[in-house]
Each structure stands twice: as structure tokens, then as C-alpha cells.
């Protein structure tokens, strides 16, 4: 018996890989185990190899698997692919369509089903995927009754002969798989029973999408671009519950644009993009950061730079996030530490943004964006909306002629009445101003307005700005970001040494006198991230002195950290 | 109620003496107060150029925004408060250059917002390079042996792009574009307004006295009708673009607010946006 299997699936791009991936982990997670999925998959519609990794559980995951235990192929390439990544004594369950061979160096079984064959004669080869999760079903001894449930989620709009005719599939490819696994000793194939907590499984750009409509936004602009796409279409399906909508803009700035706009007007609105969409919005997140206008982008990384690898794993725009844009404005880039976390620090972008009055930049990359994973519930009770000083009512009569919004403050905020508002009619603009807004370039008001803007970095920003895992105390500290959190904390578990590990949050301002002790205290200091120039090393290193102290690992082949790759990266530093 | 006074504030504009901006900015205030709007209930979004300053100089809530882009920052105050008037404004560079793409795409969204283009068919801030609407041949610092592109023609490019309402004017009628705008900001839709406005300093070929002998008001053609799509592009092409009024308004086009029936909250800003515990469970639910 197994506390856990990685279960995979592979084919062409567009035969329904991805929905055999869906069935198969969503119906696991209902059963109550803890799942952390990866897909491989191209910037093309159909063709191309495309896989579904799912690692199942019986305790939390938060990484990819380092090698598999069952391999779905609907294609030899399948196999050539990803047969050298399975276990010693590993299943390839494949289709019998394409006459399936297997390297014989590698110690694996191979079992050939007729997927698409039996699914013809029942009635469509489009259930070729239940053949085969039927197949993989008697494989773990799962009770078929659980994917019944999920067919009846599926297709029970569809009519009842649908549902019947795919749960005949999965009873076939569970019949099919009964004859051929005499020989294998199924305990290695076996999960000991989950536990019974309530879990939700879902992609980290759901989490975010549903934040967000707990922070209350109602207007959402975006253009589609790899990874983010996502977070507009769950927007557009679910804002008009709340008298909201989405526009798909004609491009990133326009989408950048009108949520400045919104926000301006006292709505709560934000947009969604990658690495190119952001190069895009740059200006514009200036002009937030000089207008003081509240906003908030969503960046998905994905690989750069240029269109780079649009559909693989990178952390590379940490760099244009923190400097980004021309001239000098107070930013601030957040980096939720998991998908659970991604729920509340969406909420916490939108409350600094309007609290600080500038542009904050919640960061995720693709892996936590689009791999699916169990993830705690949500908690309705922990969701708090802080508006900061903006001012909905109208004001007091004053002598100006414009109400002062620039007003100079020990905290570098001042009042935002919205539009529509008696007396708080005011200026906004993006050349150098005065109080009331009206353009003014003098040295002495320059100097002014600019320390007032940039003093609220000085501010306590996030509460919590980083997590603390592994041991407390510890000779070694891991630093990292997003999706590596996970993966770093699994391959410190597997090592002897002791380990600190800082899942970093506020990237920027880097809270670096919080970070200090563990800092100071570690012998050395290991920044691990997805990119070639070491970003996020460099940012420690403009904040923290003790460079020597400082080692990076890096990985920028598109691929996401296995916690072995980082077993072995972590021995290779510190003995 | 306000008057057009009301729409003033105590900045000195720092147009050169002559420009045809000031008179778009007095139109405007004249067409706010003659439609019974008090200062506050207008947002008024710029973006860079000479015209990009406008939005100092009337009294209403003021944005002046980022070459080219004023567009969308109007688009997004509307759609967070339809309440709201809300006027776009930029110049021939700013609007048929830069944020071309912005233009066309707000003409066919039809959000319902008023856009007013103070065209002078020359660079003026940057101190007079050639413009997209400048005409073949125009001599600038940037195009000294004449301009080798053709002008884009920004009411064909309208009619092309889905426009409700397109309207052109000259600066120096004031009376005449006040009554435009009114329309323009009565229409429920996208309402473009091309004005010309002459640079005295920059363009010495298409001056106040060029504008009025070679535009042709629409009241003067007899079998003119607004609403007729072919008779419209009939003349626009006959006057290569070059008429005045109300040249095309379809008044039956639903705005795009219109178009979403969830959609029916006039003014979408809420203090303090809540979800139902009922609805957060529900959505909840669908993560499993």
C-alpha cells in the first residue's frame, strides 16, 4: 500500500488528455486525496505532445513528483517521451491502436488495452479516456462507483444514454485491465485511505479570480495572453452574479487604462496578464504610481523573454516588476506563498493598492497559475476590505478652488474623493503637480511631491510578508518564491541538515530589516527561482550585504523544480 | 443650477494667443451648462499634446492621462459609474496616431462617453512635425520635402469602424459645436466629435480662413439624411471627409452597457462591496 502515485496521462494536443486528466484527479480529490498536477502542453491548438502529471496523496504536495508510477500513453510518443521518468516496476497502460513498444532497457510493464477500440463499440471513440480510466481504476483498486458520480456530473445534462454508455466505457477498461494484472503485485499500485477533510482542488489563477471578487471588484479589463487567460474567463462567468462585467480589450494598455480609469471613479478594478502584456503596461503603471491612482496587475510568468516559452514555467519578469516603468514611483510586488495563500494575498493587492493609492503587482508564475491542487477552504470570515482613505460622500465646502488630493501627509496619503462628489473636484495628472493636481515643475513642489509619494514604502505594507518553514534555526536559509515554496519545502524535509525556509511574499519593498535575523544568523544563504540571472538574488543583494554568504539555484529550461533536482542542487552548496 | 462660469477654474491655459483649443474649451463649458450638468457630475480625461491640457482648465473632475490613452481611462470610469458624464479629448496625434487602435475599438464598443478630437493636422507641443492627418505633400520639420503618407480620414475611418454618432466642426464656430456637443453628450453611445482647431503657430496652410472655404456644412446638401449609412459615405467621400454637423447618428444602436443585462446598476461603485455568505459558498463549491 502507498501514501502516493503519480499518475500520468499523454497524447496529442485536442484528443481529450486534458479532460481524461480532469475525471481522473477531480474524482481522486472528491474521494478526499491531496493532489498537485503539471501540464505539459504547447502554444498550438491540435497536434503536438501534451501531458497530464498528477501526483496523489495521502498528506499535502505542493511539487511535482520526481518519477512516475502509471503512465497513460494514447500515443507511442507518450512513451518515448515520458517512459524513462517511471518507477522500477512502473505501468505504461497503453492504447492497442498504435502497436505500443517500450524501450527494453528500461524495467517497466507494459499493458496494451483497446482504448479507442472499445470505445468505438460501445458507441463513440471519444470514450476512449474512460476505457482508459476505467483500466487505471482496476489498476488502484478504486471502486468505479466514484467515477459514476463524476459521469453524472459531466454528461447528466447530456441525457441519460451519455451517462450509461461512458460508465459501460469505465466498466470495460476496469474488465479489460482485471485479465492482464494477475502477475503484478497491485499493493505497489494501491493508496492507503485519505483522510476525511474538506478540500477544494483548483489552479492557482482560480484562487486569484475568486479573491478578487471578494475584494470586491465589478469591472475587470484584460487581454487573453498564456498563462492568465484563465482569470478574465472565470471573471466573465462569474462578475454578473454581482451586477459586474469584463471587457476584452483591443490590448494590454487599454486593459491596464481602463482599470486605472475604473478604480479612479472609486470601483475596484484590476487586470491580468504575462511577461509581454506587462512590457506593455508599463507606462501606464507609472502613471498609477505618479496619479496615485489605486491598481492592481495580475502577472502570470511565464518563459521570456520576447513570446520565449509561453506555455513553460519561468520566474523571470521579477526584474521588470520591481523597476519597471521610466522615473521613480512607490511599488509594491507580491508573491502569494501557495494557492490557498494566492486567495488572500489577492484580497491584500487590492486593499494596498487603496490604502497606499498606487500600483501593487501580484505575481504568480505558471505552474501555480494552471497546475491544479488541493488547497484548505477558503475562509469567508478572514476577508477584510480596507479602502483606505478613499472618500465617498460628499464633502465640506472649502476656499480652493480645487480640493487638494495631494495634500503632503506624515504617511504620504492623502484624501481621494471619487467622481461624482460635491466639492472634492480635484486635478489628476501625470506631469509633476501641485496639491490641488495642477501641473507644476518647480524644484521645491517637486521635491515635495516626490518624497510624499515614495514615503509610503516606508509604511508597514503586508502583515504577514513572508512565511517561515522547515526549522526555526537553522546553519542553512532557502529563500523562494510562488510555485518553488512547495518544492523547496519537500526536498528540505528529505535532507538531514537543518533548514530554514522563507517563502518570501512582499518582494518588493523587501522587508528586509523582518528578514535580517534569519539573515544574519544563516551560514549560508540559498535564493532559489526559475530564471538565468538569479532576480531575485540580485534584489537580496541590492538590500542585504553579506553577498558571500549567498548562492543561488537556477532553472530556466521551462521545467518546473523537481524536490530531487533540489535535493541534490541544496548538497552540492553546503558540503 | 450651474452655468457655464461654474465650468471655469483659475488656470490660465498656456495655449499660444490664437488657438483654436480655447474655443473648444468654451464650447464645451457653454454645451455642460446648457445641459443642465453641475461641475462634479463630469469627468473629463486628456491625453498628451497641446489638447491634453484641457482637462486642467475646465472645472470638473480632471484626468489627464497618457499619450494616447485617454480613451480607455474614460471607458473604465464609465463602466465603474454610468452616473457619470464622461468626455474624452486629445489631439490628431493622440487620437489617429498613438491611440489609434483605442479609437476604433471604442467607436465599435459604444460605450456611452463623448469623445472630442481637436484636430490641427500638425504636432504642436513637440514644436510642429508632421501629424496623421496632415496631407500628402505638407511640408514639417520631420517630412521637409512634404509628408509621403496619406492622411487618415477619420469619419470614413468612424463610418468603418461601427460609429453611432459622428459629428465635425471648426473651432471658431462656436455656437454651432456647442450644439453639437450637446447632442454628442445627449446620445446614448459613443459619440465622436472631430473638430478642427487651427495651430496659429505651427500650420501655416490649414488656418481658420483654409478651414471655412473648404468645409461643407451639411444643412447646405439638400438630400442630406444623418441616419442613411450610402448617403453619408456619398459625401464623405465626395468632400473627402470634409463636412460639418451632425454627419451620421444612428439613434436605435443600444450602448454597451445596454447590451448586458446584468449590467443594470447605473452606478457600480460600492464602499463597501459585499459577497453573500450564500454566494461565496456557492462559488466555494465549485472548487471540488
Request: with cysteine; hydrophobic share 35%; proline share 4%.
Amino acid at each position: 500500500m502507498k501514501d502516493q502515485i503519480t499518475w500520468k496521462v499523454g497524447g496529442q494536443q485536442g484528443e481529450g488528455i486534458e479532460s481524461t486528466g480532469e475525471v481522473f484527479s477531480t474524482t481522486l480529490n472528491r474521494m478526499g486525496y491531496y493532489l498537485y498536477s503539471y501540464r505539459h502542453f504547447s502554444s498550438r491548438i491540435k497536434g503536438g505532445h501534451t501531458n497530464n502529471n498528477i501526483r496523489i496523496s495521502t498528506r499535502e504536495v505542493r511539487a511535482v513528483a520526481d518519477n512516475t508510477n502509471i503512465l497513460v500513453a494514447f500515443d507511442q510518443q507518450t512513451i518515448d517521451v515520458n517512459a524513462h521518468e517511471l518507477v522500477t516496476g512502473g505501468v505504461i497502460i497503453a492504447d492497442e491502436k498504435f502497436s505500443p513498444t517500450v524501450d527494453d532497457a528500461l524495467d517497466v510493464e507494459l499493458i496494451v488495452i483497446p482504448f479507442t477500440e472499445t470505445a468505438k463499440e460501445i458507441g463513440s471513440q471519444l470514450m476512449k479516456n474512460m476505457v482508459a480510466i476505467g483500466a487505471s481504476a482496476k489498476l488502484m483498486d478504486i471502486n468505479l462507483e466514484h467515477f459514476y458520480e463524476m459521469v453524472h456530473t459531466l454528461f447528466a445534462r447530456k441525457g441519460e444514454d451519455i451517462v450509461e454508455s461512458n460508465r459501460k466505457a469505465l466498466n470495460a477498461g476496469y474488465d479489460l485491465m482485471a485479465e492482464k494484472v494477475g502477475h503484478l503485485n497491485l499493493d505497489d499500485f494501491k493508496l492507503n485511505a485519505p483522510d476525511d477533510k474538506e478540500k477544494l482542488f483548483l489552479i492557482g489563477n482560480d484562487a486569484i479570480s475568486f479573491g478578487a471578487i471578494n475584494a470586491g471588484v465589478r469591472f475587470m479589463a484584460a487581454y487573453p495572453i498564456t498563462p492568465a487567460s484563465e482569470i478574465m474567463e472565470y471573471m466573465i462567468k462569474h462578475l454578473p452574479r454581482f451586477g459586474g462585467t469584463v471587457i476584452q480589450t483591443e490590448d494590454e494598455i487599454s486593459a491596464v487604462m481602463m482599470a486605472i480609469g475604473s478604480n479612479y471613479a472609486g470601483g475596484r478594478s484590476f487586470t491580468s496578464s504575462a511577461g509581454p502584456g506587462l512590457s506593455l503596461m508599463m507606462e501606464s503603471i507609472g502613471l498609477s504610481g505618479m496619479t496615485e491612482t489605486p491598481l492592481v496587475v495580475v502577472d502570470t510568468m511565464r518563459g521570456g523573454p520576447s513570446t520565449g516559452l509561453p506555455t513553460k514555467q519561468e520566474q523571470s519578469d521579477i526584474m521588470q516588476m520591481v523597476y519597471g516603468t521610466h522615473g521613480d514611483i512607490p511599488k509594491i510586488v507580491l508573491a502569494p506563498s501557495d494557492v490557498e495563500d494566492a486567495f488572500y494575498t489577492t484580497i491584500e493587492a487590492f486593499n494596498l493598492a487603496e490604502i497606499y493609492q498606487l500600483p501593487v503587482i501580484l505575481l504568480s508564475d505558471l505552474q501555480m497559475s494552471l497546475g491544479k491542487q488541493t488547497s484548505d477552504p477558503f475562509d469567508q470570515s478572514k476577508v477584510e476590505i480596507n479602502r483606505g482613505k478613499t472618500v465617498f460622500t460628499d464633502m465640506e465646502a472649502h476656499e480652493t478652488d480645487y480640493f487638494h488630493r495631494y495634500e503632503d501627509t506624515e504617511d504620504g496619503v492623502s484624501r481621494r474623493p471619487i467622481p461624482g462628489l460635491k466639492n472634492g473636484i480635484h486635478h489628476v495628472t501625470g506631469v509633476e503637480h501641485n496639491p490641488d493636481g495642477t501641473p507644476n515643475e518647480g524644484a521645491e513642489n517637486r521635491k515635495t511631491q516626490m518624497d510624499k509619494r515614495m514615503r509610503k514604502l516606508s509604511n508597514q505594507l503586508m502583515k504577514e510578508p513572508f512565511k517561515v518553514h522547515g526549522d526555526e534555526e537553522s546553519d542553512v536559509l532557502m529563500l523562494s518564491i510562488l510555485s518553488v515554496n512547495g518544492v523547496v519545502d519537500e526536498a528540505v524535509s528529505r535532507l538531514d541538515e537543518k533548514v530554514t525556509v522563507i517563502h518570501l511574499k512582499q518582494i518588493y519593498p523587501m522587508p528586509i530589516e523582518k528578514l535580517r535575523p534569519y539573515l544574519d544568523g544563516a551560514k549560508k544563504i540559498i535564493v532559489i527561482e526559475h530564471n538565468y540571472n538569479g532576480q531575485l538574488t540580485s534584489i537580496l543583494k541590492m538590500n542585504y550585504a553579506g553577498h558571500e554568504r549567498i548562492a543561488s539555484i537556477l532553472k530556466y529550461d521551462g521545467t518546473p523544480f523537481k524536490p530531487n533536482e533540489v535535493v541534490a542542487e541544496i548538497k552540492g552548496i553546503i558540503n | 443650477m450651474a452655468t457655464f462660469k461654474d465650468f471655469r477654474n483659475h488656470i490660465k491655459p498656456n495655449w499660444c494667443p490664437g488657438c483654436g483649443d480655447f474655443s473648444i474649451q468654451a464650447a464645451i463649458q457653454k454645451a455642460c451648462a446648457a445641459n443642465g450638468l453641475e461641475p462634479e457630475e463630469l469627468a473629463l480625461v486628456t491625453g498628451i499634446g497641446c489638447s491634453g491640457r484641457l482637462s486642467g482648465y475646465i472645472k470638473s473632475y480632471g484626468f489627464h492621462s497618457t499619450h494616447g490613452r485617454s480613451l480607455p481611462v474614460a471607458q473604465g470610469i464609465k463602466m465603474a459609474n454610468q452616473e457619470l458624464t464622461v468626455i474624452a479629448s486629445g489631439g490628431d496625434g493622440d487620437g489617429f496616431a498613438i491611440g489609434m487602435g483605442h479609437t476604433i475599438h471604442a467607436l465599435k464598443r459604444n460605450i456611452d462617453i463623448t469623445y472630442i478630437v481637436m484636430d490641427n493636422q500638425i504636432y504642436g507641443l513637440t514644436k510642429g512635425q508632421t501629424s496623421p492627418t496632415s496631407d500628402a505633400g505638407f511640408v514639417t520639420k520631420t517630412t521637409p520635402d512634404g509628408a509621403k503618407e496619406n492622411p487618415i480620414a477619420p469619419l470614413k475611418a468612424a463610418m468603418a469602424s461601427g460609429a453611432t454618432f459622428i459629428a465635425q466642426s471648426l473651432s471658431s464656430d462656436i455656437k454651432g459645436l456647442t450644439a453639437i456637443i450637446q447632442e454628442a453628450l445627449n446620445h446614448k453611445g459613443f459619440s465622436f466629435v472631430n473638430v478642427f482647431s487651427p495651430c496659429v503657430t505651427y500650420n501655416k496652410i490649414n488656418t481658420y480662413d483654409w478651414y471655412k472655404e473648404n468645409i461643407v456644412d451639411i444643412a447646405d446638401l439638400e438630400d442630406y439624411d444623418n441616419a442613411d449609412r450610402a448617403i453619408v459615405s456619398k459625401y464623405l467621400e465626395e468632400h473627402n471627409g470634409m463636412l460639418k454637423g451632425i454627419v451620421y447618428q444612428d439613434k436605435e444602436a443600444k450602448s454597451y452597457a445596454e447590451h448586458i443585462e446584468s449590467y443594470n446598476d447605473t452606478n457600480n461603485v460600492h464602499e463597501t462591496p459585499e459577497v453573500s455568505e450564500n454566494d461565496f459558498k456557492e462559488l466555494m463549491a465549485s472548487f471540488k
